[in-house]
Each structure stands twice: as C-alpha cells, then as structure tokens.
C-alpha cells in the first residue's frame, strides 16, 4: 500500500503563513484525487482542498478560498499546500489521502498528518 507522508506543520501567529508538503512512496496518483484534510481538537475531520493529479485543477472548501493553494509536482510525486492569511480555527492536524474522488469515504490511503497551530 502506497505510503504518504506530510511534513511542514507547526506553530505560527495569526497571519501568518506555512507551507505543507506530501510526498507518496510511489508513483501511485495517476488519476487520483490527492486531497488536504483537517481535524481540529474535539471537532469532526473536514474537507480542506483537493486537486485531480492528471490536470491540475483545483477545488477548495469555502473556509480556505482565497487564502490557501494546493499545487502537484509531478517529477517529486508530491502535493504541496500553501497557507497564508493564517486564523486561529485554521488550527489542526492536516492529512493528505488519495483516492478516487475528494471525499474522506473515498479515500484509499492516508498520511498519518501533521500539526499546525495558529496562535492569536
């Protein structure tokens, strides 16, 4: 089973920036959906952004639009999430999956996530 790994989490003031990468342990997105999700303390995991890995394009949920950005490197079979404008609620461990479509039940394999903690 392919293996994903994020990393770039940390602890950071209100407005600020992070930047998270995943990075899969084989070429295995093809045409996945490789998706960014979050679960904050006591709150159920949702939805983040996802790009479909074959064209690039992008979707994002409204709690994020206009202040992050997921891109793909296809050389490095990485995912990267850019974060900037960054709110206390922003705070969670964020998890990369893929999977067939940008839904946590559709999702076939899991990184074992990585903290960010926005602080006011």
């Known amino acids: 089973q392919v293996q994903l790994l994020e990393s770039g989490g940390g602890t950071v003031q209100a407005g600020g920036s992070l930047r998270l990468s995943c990075v899969a342990s084989?070429?295995?997105?093809?045409?996945?959906?490789v998706t960014w999700f979050r679960q904050a303390p006591g709150k159920e995991r949702e939805f983040v952004t996802a790009i479909t890995w074959s064209t690039g394009q992008t979707i994002y949920a409204d709690s994020v639009k206009g202040r992050f950005s997921m891109s793909r490197d296809n050389t490095e079979n990485a995912v990267f999430l850019e974060m900037y404008s960054l709110k206390p609620e922003d705070t969670a461990v964020y998890y990369c999956?893929?999977?067939?479509?940008?839904?946590?039940?559709?999702?076939?394999?899991w990184g074992k996530g990585t903290l960010v903690t926005v602080s006011s």
């Open positions: 084989e070429r295995t997105f093809g045409t996945q959906y």
């Open positions: 999956a893929t999977g067939s479509y940008p839904r946590a039940s559709h999702m076939t394999s």
